[in-house]
Nanobody, 125 residues
Framework: QLQLVESGGGLVQPGGSLRLSCAAS????????IGWFRQAPGKEREGVSC????????NYVDSVEGRFTIPRDNAKNTVYLQMNSLKPEDTAIYYC??????????????????WGQGTQVTVSL
């Protein structure tokens, strides 16, 4: 059974960078599309980014386009979320999730069956 564990969250100043990791166990991650989602206090969960199993298709929500990237390292069974130029509005709990479907329509997370426990990202002075 696929299990996902996020790490790398923390407190960072505006303009700083963080790299989140989504490490998988119990299955080979290369067969799954991986999405990153976030949920800020009082707000609904939103899809941030998605990469398909081959890495050939990448999707980003407009608010992070040009600042975030989603590299994957299948040899390490890990997908990352590289976050640069962070803003206070990026503050949220970040989750990774796995899907056997395409990334199109990833934003609501409905097609993702396996989820991690989340990691807190706080962007503040």
């Amino acid at each position: 059974q696929l299990q996902l564990v996020e790490s790398g969250g923390g407190l960072v100043q505006p303009g700083g960078s963080l790299r989140l990791s989504c490490a998988a166990s119990g299955a080979t991650l290369e067969y799954y599309g991986i999405g990153w989602f976030r949920q800020a206090p009082g707000k609904e969960r939103e899809g941030v980014s998605c990469i398909n199993s081959s890495g050939s298709s990448l999707n980003y929500v407009d608010s992070v386009e040009g600042r975030f990237t989603i590299p994957r390292d299948n040899a390490k069974n890990t997908v990352y979320l590289q976050m640069n130029s962070l803003k206070p509005e990026d503050t949220a709990i970040y989750y990774c999730a796995a899907t056997v479907f395409r990334c199109s329509g990833y934003r609501n997370g409905a097609t993702f069956a396996s989820w991690g426990q989340g990691t807190q990202v706080t962007v503040s002075l």
